[in-house]
């Protein structure tokens, strides 16, 4: 079983910027590991991904703010985030994924908040 825990959220000024960071328990290959959030009355929706080769995708929102990055031996994932805007204020869930004879396996964080305060 894998487990996602999440850090650094936190209270920030428009403008700001803050590092999340998951990391994944166990040594389990992972495939495709990212970024969600919601917001209060919203759905959950992607920020950003990472394929395990490193291939990036960004929410249009946060493209040229955002950064995700992965290190594989650490089975972790971050995402710097600058500019923060008070929209961008939002529960951020980690998520990867594997597949395991050929069914695919999705793992969730608990979340962290991120508040942006203008």
């Known amino acids: 079983q894998v487990q996602l825990v999440e850090s650094g959220g936190g209270l920030v000024q428009a403008g700001g910027s803050l590092r999340l960071s998951c990391a994944a328990s166990?040594?389990?290959?992972?495939?495709?590991m990212g970024w969600y959030r919601q917001a209060p009355g919203k759905q959950r929706e992607l920020v950003a991904d990472?394929?395990?080769?490193?291939?990036?995708n960004y929410a249009d929102s946060v493209k040229d703010r955002f950064t995700i990055s992965r290190d594989n031996a650490k089975n972790t994932v971050y995402l710097q985030m600058n500019s923060l805007k008070p929209e961008d204020t939002a529960v951020y869930y980690c998520n990867a994924d594997r597949y395991r004879w050929g069914a695919r396996i999705l793992y969730w964080g608990q979340g962290t908040q991120v508040t942006v305060s203008s």
């Open positions: 166990g040594s389990i290959s992972l495939n495709v």
């Open positions: 990472i394929t395990n080769g490193g291939t990036g």
